[in-house]
């Protein structure tokens, strides 16, 4: 359910430098931190790769195993963009499951930085769903980062370091500002040399706001986000997929503030929550998809559909309301 | 592998050797019907179904304390003495109690007996007519005793306790124990990159890690074929004895201390056979703004039980349920 692939490149022009884009594209007039990486196509101040005119006939089909079969598709979508999956409160597996189910089997290049869990727990919920996280791992498909892993080495790792490869999550022992390892992990593997035989790469972020738990600041949180998808979606042609979590009660406004601006900048949001009305066997929660069309074309609204679903062992059932097996 | 025959007609029917090597399975533990997930009994086998069978093991269950913390450190006696009837080992940690003085006022297990002996008192009545009656069919039976063997007490999932009554010292002594007592420990400088993070907690995670890797609870000492299971227990996580100002004023010192160490905890508790159960002081959940995900539940079947029990613990002891939250971790 995740990729809405649709192209949004016209906002992006603005990857480091302050840019100027004479072909009227709407750039972000903020001043981004330099980190040193000069994307090259701007440099000279025209957008040419963001204004590709790509219309790939690609439509994502999400089919779950058995049951209902979906497709999230509609009309011509450029594949680069960014898709927000929001859990609610309530929130479960769902989306991580769904993540899975999309990366591999399309063949495409994943890079997977998981701050949540292990790398056995997302094994195993992608084994049920018949991907083999550790095969892709070892052919070079999935580049995995384990957050966990990465955090017991910084806090009870020996003094020496390698100098090649700094930890990703330094900013917990240094500058709380500063993203800059974790984007260049990002960078590094999905520009690695050998990965144009695979289709285009995937960014999975599990979750952002742990992130902010850890101390990181939100404008430096989204000032990481800004600089992935300008990796991403415009110089690599590809999807970003954020994982976020929000409550519509929630007095974290740091937290609120991180989701607020991904709302707006994503292409497709996937909003997962538990029904409002509390428990039910068959149905454990609901699902909105927003399919922001006022980005691509002014004037247009939104597209806004609503499925409830229901996990079960080895997939995830999708159906519309009033449609789930305690009904019928 | 069914084969037929045998010289008198029975079936023989063979397990197939080593089909699915199983391994040594570890007490008191019990896997998920749902998941690959081990589990462990809270030691209160009601919240053991609240939780979808009980705590997994390598996660987290975080109790608010309730306001003079009575419910909350009955919780925490309760999984503590659930370890030690189950031969586990234990770790506990506090700022406010001593840990001997914790691990002396356990409550004593039931055993087996003197459940039966109310249950016994019903079944007498029902014995003195069935004893007239001779088996018919099953005669080679008759001469066998009438109630059949207990099986050992400390190899059930769940067991009861009588509050009433201290656990014995001789059951605690049976197994081993770490205490981490905050104002007993040392305070020279830790070996490890501190990360901003609180003087008190560091020293609790490096102490943690030691035991971890001594105790080979991560797997770490391939020698050691016996796999036990290590429960953590922290009390008062977050209160001002703890060095953390975070639940006492507006604003804190580093909001994030407390965060960035139920992080590392997470990771060390992944990837080590280990539950920890950690209590907090009250309105602490509401301040520290956890990620929502953070107070999710265990796992998808225990998700929906706690929704739909958490309406039926509300009603029952309200001071503790109201600000109940469970971390999976």
Redesign the interface.
Same mark, same amino acid.
């Given at each position: 359910m995740l990729s809405g692939l649709k192209g949004n490149s016209e906002r992006w022009a603005g990857g480091g430098l302050r840019a100027s884009c004479p072909q009227n594209c709407h750039c972000l007039s903020r001043d981004f931190p330099a980190w040193k990486y000069s994307f090259t196509s701007w440099k000279e101040g025209s957008c040419g790769k963001c204004h590709g005119e790509q219309k790939s006939s690609g439509k994502v089909k999400i089919e779950s195993r058995e049951g209902s079969a979906w497709a999230c598709q509609g009309p011509c979508r450029q594949p680069c963009g960014l898709a927000a999956v929001v859990? *609610? +409160?309530?929130?479960?597996?769902c989306p991580v499951e769904l993540l899975t189910c999309l990366s591999s089997p399309a063949g495409c290049k994943v890079c997977f930085v998981a701050l +949540?869990?292990?790398f056995s727990?997302y094994s195993?919920v992608a084994q049920k769903l018949g991907v083999n996280l550790t095969a892709a791992k070892e052919r070079g498909q999935l580049v995995f980062l384990e957050g #966990?892993?990465s955090? +017991?080495d #910084?806090? =009870?790792?020996e003094e020496e370091e390698q100098p090649g490869q700094p930890n990703p999550l330094l900013f #917990?022992?240094e500058s709380?500002s500063d993203l800059r390892a974790l984007f260049d992990l990002v960078r590094v593997s999905l520009s690695a040399a050998g990965s144009q035989a695979w289709a285009g790469p995937v960014l999975l972020l599990d979750?952002l706001?742990?992130l902010? *738990? #850890?101390?990181a600041t939100p404008v430096a949180l989204l000032d990481f986000i800004h600089y992935c998808r300008a990796l991403v979606c415009c110089q690599l042609k590809g999807n970003v997929v954020v994982l976020v979590?929000?409550?519509e009660d929630? $007095?974290?406004e $740091?937290?609120e503030l991180v989701v607020n601006s991904l709302c707006h900048h994503s292409d497709l949001i996937l909003w997962a929550e *538990?029904l409002a009305t509390? =428990?039910c066997?068959d149905v454990?929660g609901q699902l909105k998809i927003i399919q922001r069309v006022s980005l691509q074309q002014a004037g247009q609204q939104d597209l806004v559909q609503l499925y409830q679903y229901k996990?079960q062992?080895r997939n995830v059932t999708f159906f519309a309301r009033g449609l789930s097996a305690a009904v019928l | 592998m069914a084969a037929a025959g045998g010289a008198r007609g029975r079936t023989s029917f063979q397990r197939r050797a080593g089909a699915g090597a199983r391994p040594a399975a570890l007490p008191g533990t019990r896997p998920a019907l749902r998941h690959g997930q081990l589990l462990l009994s809270s030691g209160l086998p009601s919240l053991d179904c609240v939780l979808g069978g009980g705590v997994a093991v390598g996660t987290l269950l975080l109790i608010e304390e309730d306001k003079y913390g009575l419910y909350s450190n009955l919780l925490f006696k309760y999984f503590l003495a659930e370890g030690i009837v189950c031969g586990h080992d234990l770790f506990v940690a506090s700022a406010k109690e001593h840990p001997d003085n914790i691990l002396k006022e356990l409550p004593a297990p039931l055993l087996d007996d003197t459940c039966g002996k109310e249950l016994g008192d019903e079944a007498a009545a029902v014995k003195s007519e069935d004893v007239q009656d001779s088996m018919k069919i099953a005669w080679r039976y008759q001469n066998l005793p009438k109630m059949e063997a207990s099986p050992t007490p400390y190899t059930k999932f769940g067991h009861y306790y009588d509050i009433s009554k201290k656990m014995s010292p001789e059951l605690i002594q049976s197994i081993k124990w770490h205490s981490f007592y905050l104002h007993e420990e040392p305070s020279s400088p830790p070996k490890m990159k501190t990360c901003n993070m609180n003087g008190a907690y560091v020293r609790l995670l490096q102490s943690l890690q030691r035991i971890i890797s001594q105790g080979g609870f991560d797997g770490s000492d391939p020698q050691k074929k016996q796999k036990n299971v290590l429960r953590i227990g922290i009390q008062g996580l977050g209160s001002p004895l703890w060095g953390d100002d975070i639940c006492c004023s507006d604003t804190p010192e580093d909001v994030h201390s407390l965060t960035k160490f139920l992080y590392v905890l997470r990771g060390l508790l992944r990837k080590s056979l280990s539950a920890c159960i950690i209590t907090v002081p009250a309105h602490l959940i509401q301040r520290l703004h956890l990620p929502p995900d953070l107070s999710d539940t265990v796992s998808r079947a225990s998700k929906q039980e706690l929704a739909g029990s958490a309406k039926l613990l509300s009603s029952g002891c309200a001071a503790m349920a109201i600000g109940k939250r469970h971390l999976d971790f």
């Open positions: 859990g *609610g +409160l309530c929130y479960q597996h +949540l869990q292990s727990h195993i #966990l892993k955090c +017991l #910084l806090v =009870f790792g #917990l022992s709380p979750d706001s742990v902010l *738990g #850890l101390g979590h929000s409550s929630s $007095e974290d $740091e937290n *538990g509390g =428990f066997k454990h996990i062992d | -």
